[in-house]
């Protein structure tokens, strides 16, 4: 397989998970298209570096944004290593972080770059603008 099939594969994984297993709470899928030996080089805190771990992250999200979704903004691949530049969306009805529900409609920008193999994620790096999502939750001192 040529590295262009290869990386618009990949993407074809990344988009999916993206926008059936975070947008649609797809679990199931999840379990498909992430291999059992993921590893997550950049885990949210409180979270472990692995499957299980970023499984319970997208829980966590969907349960205070039950309308959590993404928009990718582009992708660019290095062969298997699909870069990814979305924002989410949701509306906040569930505790996140300590946080009651406020009702509020969030958004914030996130970064991710996640390894494909074999059709199945096997590591991510990323950098999401939590600070943003905090301060629109009024979580930061001197926020509305």
Do not use: C
């Not at 999916?16 to 679990?27: A, H, I, K, L």
């Not at 928009?71 to 009805?93: F, P, R």
């Not at 770059?113 to 600070?131: C, P, Q, S, Y």
Request: no cysteine; charged share 20%.
């Amino acid at each position: 397989m040529a590295t262009t099939d290869i990386s618009e594969a990949a993407k074809a994984v990344i988009r999916r998970n993206t926008e059936e297993v975070q947008g649609g709470g797809d679990y199931a899928l999840y379990d498909a298209l992430f291999s059992d030996d993921f590893i997550d080089h950049t885990p949210q805190p409180g979270r472990t570096p692995d499957k299980a771990g970023a499984l319970e992250l997208y829980q966590t999200l969907r349960a205070a944004f039950p309308d959590f979704h993404a928009v990718i903004h582009w992708q660019a691949a290095d062969g298997n290593l699909i870069t990814t530049y979305k924002t989410y969306h949701g509306t906040h009805k569930g505790e996140f972080f300590g946080i009651s529900p406020t009702g509020r409609v969030i958004q914030f920008e996130t970064v991710d770059a996640m390894r494909v193999v074999d059709g199945k994620i096997t590591e991510h790096w990323g950098v999401a603008n939590l600070f943003s999502l905090m301060e629109q939750l009024g979580a930061r001192p001197g926020t509305p």
